[in-house]
């Protein structure tokens, strides 16, 4: 049978505990209850349970401990990296299912967005991961993660939201592009003050719809900046006598064609006895050229090997 407490101490303690809206406040609230539970025999089944409740409460905030330290596990960084940032009910998630192949859950109640979602933008012949992470105002919020990001995208409602996520954000080197949504809310006039004002704080922004039936969204602006803030070079392969691969490699500005062969497969640049090119950085199609000619974006090269 349940036992009836009297103490007005645990009372007090277990509706406090009730209310918690965090795992430390719960904890607190629990390990008061436990302290004025009462101690005869009659009691012990009660005591047990509120230890074992404690003792998954404890082990709940070690996990939410461990992963702030060192962001969520198990997500393997993409060659490209963009994280959607931004406070609860901003419309984050809905921007995710318009840039990718996800298919997130986009409700109005706040701090949906449990665990970071991963999804892929194709853009240009590229394929870019983005990852959308939980509000940042929230207790769900990852800061690990942002640290090997290569860019982000700020979202806010308003313009006023920018300095505030801003603030919330740990230092990172990954570029900026600030994304201010609900643009079918905005008549013509506050869109183009909204714009000036951006200009002003020289912002690399887009104002953007990210509902799916909205028309002049601002979505394919906020792609092609997502693309843009990336230093790269685009460098397509094929086969002797076929046509080129649809996904290209992916390298840095400089790069040879001997660094192209070992992105293939490391010391794949041993076996190639000639390699011929077609692309800006040719004089003509299928030009030959050596391991050290530097590639440019768009190049397509073909490898033939001992």
């Given at each position: ?6 103490d007005?101490?645990?009372t007090?303690?277990?509706?406090e505990?009730l209310e918690?809206k965090?795992?430390d406040?719960?904890?607190e609230a629990l390990?008061?209850?436990i302290s004025h539970?009462p101690?005869?025999k009659g009691a012990e089944?009660l005591r047990?349970?509120l230890t074992q409740?404690r ?13 702030s330290?060192?962001g969520k596990g ?5 060659e490209m ?7 609860t009910?901003?419309g984050k998630s809905s ?5 990718t192949?996800?298919?997130p859950?986009?409700s109005?109640?706040p ?7 991963v ?5 240009e012949s ?5 990852i959308e ?11 690990g993660i942002?640290?090997t990001?290569d ?8 313009i006023?939201d920018?300095?505030y996520?801003?603030?919330?954000l ?5 570029k900026e592009?600030i994304?201010?949504n609900?643009s079918d809310?905005?008549?013509e ?5 909204l714009?000036a ?17 909205t028309?002049?969204?601002?979505r ?5 900046k997502i693309f ?7 460098v ?5 006598g076929?046509?080129?691969k649809?996904?290209?490699i992916?390298?840095q500005?400089?790069s040879s ?8 497969f490391?010391?794949?640049?041993g076996k190639?006895?000639?390699?011929k090119?077609?692309g800006p950085s ?7 050229v050596g391991?050290?000619h530097?590639?440019?974006?768009r ?7 001992k």
């Amino acid at each position: 049978m349940p036992i009836n407490v009297n103490d007005p101490e645990y009372t007090k303690a277990e509706k406090e505990y009730l209310e918690a809206k965090t795992p430390d406040e719960r904890l607190e609230a629990l390990n008061r209850m436990i302290s004025h539970a009462p101690k005869h025999k009659g009691a012990e089944n009660l005591r047990q349970q509120l230890t074992q409740r404690r003792k998954r409460l404890e082990e709940e905030a070690e996990r939410k401990k461990k992963k702030s330290k060192g962001g969520k596990g198990g997500i393997k960084k993409g060659e490209m990296q963009v994280l959607i940032i931004g406070k609860t009910n901003s419309g984050k998630s809905s921007l995710m299912k318009s840039l990718t192949n996800t298919t997130p859950k986009i409700s109005p109640v706040p701090f949906t967005t449990k665990e970071p979602l991963v999804g892929v933008m194709d853009y240009e012949s590229s394929q870019i991961q983005i990852i959308e992470i939980p509000a940042i105002e929230g207790e769900d919020f990852e800061k690990g993660i942002i640290h090997t990001a290569d860019a982000m995208v700020l979202l806010a409602d308003k313009i006023e939201d920018i300095d505030y996520i801003r603030e919330k954000l740990p230092p990172h080197g990954g570029k900026e592009i600030i994304a201010v949504n609900k643009s079918d809310l905005m008549t013509e006039e506050e869109k183009r003050k909204l714009h000036a004002r951006m200009q002003s704080k020289k912002y690399n922004f887009a104002v953007i719809s990210s509902l799916p039936y909205t028309k002049d969204n601002g979505r394919e602006e906020l792609k092609k900046k997502i693309f843009d803030s990336f230093d790269i070079l685009r460098v397509f392969t094929k086969e002797p006598g076929n046509e080129k691969k649809e996904k290209p490699i992916i390298l840095q500005p400089g790069s040879s064609v001997k660094d192209a062969a070992e992105k293939i497969f490391k010391g794949f640049s041993g076996k190639i006895i000639e390699t011929k090119i077609w692309g800006p950085s040719s004089k003509f199609g299928g030009q030959i050229v050596g391991l050290n000619h530097k590639l440019e974006d768009r190049d397509t090269i073909e490898f033939k090997t001992k």
